[in-house]
């Protein structure tokens, strides 16, 4: 994609569109990508940022979101503090012993 401005583009200096190009390398790849689409990339980027810590805020800044709202929505079950701490608590409930009856 084109940076012009500073904003990313969906097509080349000519006008082409870069999508179908994108889904075709997708399609043929070895091995081809099922139910390929570019926004895949996207959604890699975003988890790949999130399980390494980085905060929400900064990735829906990157992605561009006008609001956090949008980027809890699709992407907070990835936020890796809050993996951290659902595994945290898992762990403790297993290591607890059973109540007595």
């Known amino acids: 994609m084109n940076c012009k401005s500073g904003y990313l583009r969906r097509e080349r200096d000519d006008g082409q569109e870069l999508e179908p190009r994108l889904q075709q390398a997708?399609?043929?790849g070895c091995p081809p990508?099922?139910?390929g689409h570019p926004h895949r990339?996207?959604?890699?980027f975003?988890?790949?940022l999130l399980l390494k810590g980085v905060s929400l805020e900064s990735v829906s800044k990157l992605l561009g979101h006008t609001s956090i709202k949008v980027t809890e929505r699709h992407y907070s079950p990835w936020v890796k503090a809050r993996q951290d701490q659902l595994e945290a608590d898992?762990?403790?409930t297993w290591a607890a012993?059973?109540?007595s009856r």
């Open 26 to 28: 997708l399609r043929i």
């Open 33 to 35: 990508v099922v139910g």
């Open 41 to 44: 990339f996207r959604d890699t």
């Open 46 to 48: 975003a988890v790949s």
């Open 90 to 92: 898992v762990k403790r």
């Open 97 to 99: 012993p059973p109540e």
